[in-house]
């Protein structure tokens, strides 16, 4: 079946660094993948729309200048959280739409630890 | 760190009951929705969806019930297992295939 992968599934960096997520999707093309990020305990919360060949569609309250997404592929989008601080520690999680348009595909998530 | 706030709520059955799940959603105008088993540390695995232009779908030991009118789903998982433990949620799909998910419920299964 299909399958989006994240890398990296966990990653620790230091405050102020800048850490890159990447997802993927492996046997299909997708022209929109999502971006969500979930706290322990919690829902998951939509942060942007990734769109391949042209800019994100953030939700209100996210800060694009923060998490930089980039959508240069149709197998690739990548979330850049950039001057990272110990309150961006959180599981992020990618989708992926199957360019039919009728299925979404999860990755399984990346824990980010700001330390 | 952790957001301050309620937790989930939790469903305690026993092996081999059946399971209830709840969910409200808030878009009269979503026609499409989705239940995700989540297990810790993984991301969203699909059990079963339902289109707005019907009120029941079965898959294998679990349904889906939709009621439009008070915007309500519902899953239901027959002779509940230990491996089902995990978290639950209801998503919805909105314009551009946005999923919006649902607060999540704990369903632990005692042996």
């Known amino acids: 079946g299909a399958v989006v992968s994240q890398h990296p599934s966990r990653v620790i960096c230091k405050s102020g660094t800048s850490v890159k997520i990447e997802c993927r999707s492996l046997d299909f093309q997708a022209t929109t993948m999502f971006w969500y990020r979930q706290f322990p305990k919690k829902s998951l919360m939509l942060m942007a729309t990734?769109?391949?060949?042209?800019?994100?569609?953030?939700e209100q309250g996210v800060e694009k200048d923060k998490f930089l997404i980039n959508h240069a592929s149709l197998t690739l989008s990548t979330l850049t959280v950039t001057s990272a601080h110990p309150e961006d520690s959180s599981f992020y999680i990618c989708s992926a739409v199957h360019s039919s348009g009728n299925t979404i595909y999860f990755g399984e998530g990346s824990w980010l630890t700001v330390v | 760190g952790e957001s301050v706030g309620l937790h989930l709520p939790t469903l305690s059955v026993q092996e081999g009951d059946n399971s209830i799940i709840n969910c409200a959603y808030s878009n009269s105008a979503s026609d499409y929705f989705i239940w995700y088993k989540q297990e810790s540390g993984k991301g969203p695995q699909f059990i079963i969806d339902?289109?707005?232009?019907?009120d029941k779908r079965q898959g294998q030991r679990v349904t889906v019930l939709l009621n439009k009118t008070v915007k309500h789903l519902s899953l239901q998982i027959a002779a509940t297992q230990p491996g089902d433990s995990a978290v639950y949620f209801c998503a919805e799909r909105t314009y551009g295939n946005k999923l919006v998910f649902g607060a999540g419920t704990i369903l632990r299964v005692k042996s």
């Open positions: 339902i289109r707005s232009n019907m």
């Open positions: 990734s769109n391949e060949g042209s800019k994100a569609t953030y």
